[in-house]
């Protein structure tokens, strides 16, 4: 392997997933400027997700909806007027 290309400063991380609400504590390197409380009572950066292991369709084997920032009401808003 190359030396030094690997990022340096890998700590616990919490990361959400924004589309259901999960929670889970891993390593990162990843930056944040957010923190959360976790369930052991330690404080930790907190990096959001919109889709994760929880709720993406392959992984669930169910197909879930997951609407961020309003997309399709945006897309039926859209098509409804050319519609009419």
Do not use: C, W
Not at 12 to 19: A, C, E, L, Q
Not at 40 to 62: A, C, Q, R, V, W
């Amino acid at each position: 392997m190359k030396k030094d290309i690997h990022p340096k400063g890998y700590r616990f991380v919490v990361f959400k997933d924004m589309s259901n609400g999960d929670i889970f504590l891993s390593k990162s390197s990843a930056q944040s400027r957010e923190t959360i409380k976790y369930e052991d009572g330690n404080e930790y950066p907190l990096i959001k997700l919109e889709i994760s292991n929880t709720s993406h369709p392959f992984f669930t084997g169910k197909n879930m909806l997951v609407d961020t920032a309003g997309r399709i009401d945006k897309f039926k808003k859209r098509y409804e007027k050319k519609a009419k």
